[in-house]
């Protein structure tokens, strides 16, 4: 978890994955370019862009607004197929919040950059994405350690009646100077196609479970060497406008969350856009 609270030394889903202020998908990656909407780019890519206004930014569980609002902007860039042969392409893309630590805390706005390679197979239902997420602080004194790297793999099969993915990031220092850390996810997505409105609404629900790991989490913030957290949600796709709702919760108690009531359960709704 990131610190809380700089006095105790101690956050989407976002739309394409962890964060789960967008509360969705996993955290965090690049923006995934979509055949209706992106801008043509160079090379044969693509570009996407997502605005998102989420009633709380939960990171991994722990919210990162002290459970306010906030809003998050997303860009991302995507090459063509390296081979017609085999699908391999490259992406960059930058994600931003606002990030609210308590009053002792100046950081303002987290700004993550994000780079990595994803290889589609069987009719692009199998996915390997293998990312790279540097994650910056803006504001924050550069002796508080806050920025970080983290590297990740994560695995997806389409079956049709649901999406099941995988990931593991690691990270060589945590935020916070907090040492080696590990983050597991899984998750379920699947689409309410039986439910039909018209052909400009879509619903879909999904489910996700992690563990994150702290070598050093007297310094993150958190009372053990690792905590999980899970979500259960609900997205309506309503004229290409992604309403979602999510409930969202740790095992983390106040005690063990620097004494604040972040870790608990609550229900985050976003509202999002992908042009």
């Known amino acids: 978890m990131r610190k809380i609270l700089a006095a105790v030394s101690v956050v989407v889903l976002a739309s394409y994955a962890e964060s789960t ?42 919210s990162q607004t002290q ?15 390296f081979s017609e042969n085999v699908a ?3 992406y960059v893309g930058a994600w931003g919040s606002n990030v609210y630590f308590g009053n002792t805390n100046p950081t303002v706005a987290e700004v993550d950059l994000l780079a990595g390679l994803r290889l589609k197979a069987l009719d692009s ?11 910056n602080y803006l504001g ?11 590297f990740s793999l994560v695995v997806g099969y389409d079956f049709g009646v649901a999406q099941v993915s995988g990931a593991v990031r690691y990270s060589p220092n945590f935020y916070a100077n907090s040492g080696i850390a590990w983050y ?10 039986f439910i039909k409105l018209n052909e400009n609404v879509a619903f879909k629900v999904f489910g996700t479970i992690g563990n994150q790991y702290v070598e050093r989490f007297t310094s993150y913030g958190i009372g053990n060497d690792n905590y999980w ?6 997205t ?18 106040v005690a063990g969350c620097a004494n604040t009531m972040n870790c608990d359960a609550r229900a985050i709704f976003t509202i999002s856009k992908t042009f």
């Open 67 to 81: 459970r306010q609002v906030a809003f998050q902007p997303a860009i991302g860039y995507e090459t063509a197929a």
């Open 140 to 150: 924050a004194p550069s002796d508080l350690f806050y920025d970080f790297n983290e």
């Open 21 to 62: 202020a967008n509360a969705q998908t996993e955290t965090n990656t690049a923006p995934e370019p979509v055949s209706e909407g992106s801008w043509k780019g160079p090379f044969g890519g693509t570009f996407a862009a997502t605005f998102a206004f989420a009633t709380d930014y939960s990171y991994r569980g722990i």
């Open 184 to 193: 597991k996810w899984g998750q379920v997505v699947a689409p309410l196609s």
């Open 229 to 234: 957290d899970w979500q259960i949600g609900l």
């Open 236 to 253: 309506a796709t309503v004229w290409g406008i992604d309403l979602t709702i999510a409930y969202i919760d740790t095992n983390l108690d």
């Open 125 to 135: 239902k199998l996915s390997f994405d293998l990312g790279y997420t540097r994650y």
């Open 88 to 90: 391999l392409s490259a």
